[in-house]
């Protein structure tokens, strides 16, 4: 298995200089982005937007991520900002519809906000949230599966569940999905745990693969689930893996099937996300509609989900980048001026961006 490359921009890296703190927070902006229903705990989602010479990028490790592990995040917007979201390759991407930790009465309300029904090709239902119980995940995968049934559908505890949780949970959920049941991700914590859990499975006659997301973006050797053959797949996410040719890296490296998701981006990140995407040769669809649980976003034309899939954005001026290179879409003046967080926030996000630098610049 080879080796990865070093972050975008850091110390390590000859192909691209990091540029001065002050070049990245010329232009940097924070947004504060209502959501539609909570996810992940959250109701608002804080992003920093950057401009660079390659044009728009997304700075927005989530709020209990500190330096230095945000540097790989702003390795990603430095890739996307200042080299660039690089060339086209697959031009439309397969996306899944993301069901947050909702009641059974929600589940029709979020699943529209992803488009057409019957066009959905995959949904991905969170489970294990915190003060919930399974009956409360079961109740939810079949009001899904009641209405998407053709939809291949995806369990991802965060890995909240412990191992005992993890077994009852993959046969309640396999009872309700049937023959659905595309995998279950991240269902318990850590690397060696998900190995064991899996062989497990296996050994009682459960084949329902498992994904690997928390124990591939947060490890320090993203390669090791592999090694270990903890997982079938792995998500992957260009922001925490840092950027989109170290997230090619990782896949290519694993050797596993994978599939690429959101961090809950604006659309600029997504562009970032899809641009990833498009260079894989996954059959599986993507987890990069999450424009659709946003209840505003950045630009004029979010990038949400229709006909279960998404175009990847490129560039339509046709002024800065060559043709068939994927490009961000540009904020729109009004919404950035609208979802602007105030001068507390605005500082924050700078001296969050400066530590990620300085982790960045160290690395
Ligand atoms: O994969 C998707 O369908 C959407 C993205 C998504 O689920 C996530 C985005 C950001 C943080 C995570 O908690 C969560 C995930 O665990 O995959
Ligand atoms: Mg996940």
Redesign the pocket.
């Known amino acids: 298995m080879s080796e990865i490359p070093p972050l975008p921009g850091s110390a390590a890296d000859e192909l691209l200089a990091l540029p001065p703190v002050e070049e990245l927070l010329a232009s940097a902006v924070a947004v504060a982005l209502p959501m539609r229903t909570r996810f ?1 705990g959250q109701t608002v989602r804080e992003a920093m937007l950057l401009r660079g010479p390659a044009g728009w990028a997304e700075f927005a490790p989530f709020g209990e991520y500190e330096a230095p592990e945000t540097a790989s995040w702003l390795a990603a917007a430095v890739e996307a900002g200042w080299r660039g979201l690089g060339a086209v390759g697959r031009p439309r991407i397969p996306i ?1 519809a ?1 069901m947050p930790a909702v009641g059974p009465e929600q589940v029709e309300a979020v699943l529209r906000g992803f488009g057409d029904l019957d066009r959905i090709p995959a949904v ?1 239902v969170k489970v294990a949230e915190a003060g919930q119980s399974l009956d409360d995940d079961v109740a939810r995968l079949a009001e899904v599966r009641r209405l998407v049934p053709r939809a291949m559908l995806r369990a ?1 505890a ?1 890995g909240a569940w412990t191992r005992a949780q993890a077994l009852a949970g993959a046969e309640a959920l396999a009872d309700v999905a049937g023959d659905r049941l595309e995998y279950l ?2 269902p318990v914590a850590g690397i060696e745990p998900l190995a064991a859990l899996r062989e497990t499975l296996h050994h009682r006659g459960m084949t329902v693969p498992i994904a690997a ?1 928390e124990a591939v973006r947060k490890a320090e050797d993203p390669l090791r689930v592999a090694r270990l053959g903890a997982a079938d797949l792995i ?1 992957v ?1 260009v922001a925490p893996l840092g950027g989109i040719e170290r997230a090619l890296a990782v896949v290519r490296a694993s050797g596993l099937q994978a599939v690429v ?4 981006d604006t659309s600029i990140g997504l562009a970032a996300g899809l641009a990833l995407a498009s260079r894989l040769e996954t059959p599986r669809a993507c ?1 990069l ?2 424009a659709a649980l946003l209840a505003s976003d950045v630009v004029a034309a979010p990038l949400i989900p229709a006909d279960g899939g998404l175009d990847v954005p490129q560039d339509v001026d046709g002024a800065a980048t060559a043709a068939g290179t994927v490009r961000a879409p540009a904020p729109d003046e009004r919404l950035l001026a609208a979802h602007r967080l105030d001068a507390a926030g605005q500082a924050r996000w700078r001296r969050r961006l400066q530590a990620a630098h300085a982790g960045l610049a160290g690395g």
Not at 261 to 264: D, I
Request: hydrophobic share 15%; charged share 35%.
């Open positions: 992940r899944n993301t991905k991802d965060n991700e991240q997301d998500v996410k998701s959101s961090a809950l987890g509609g999450t």
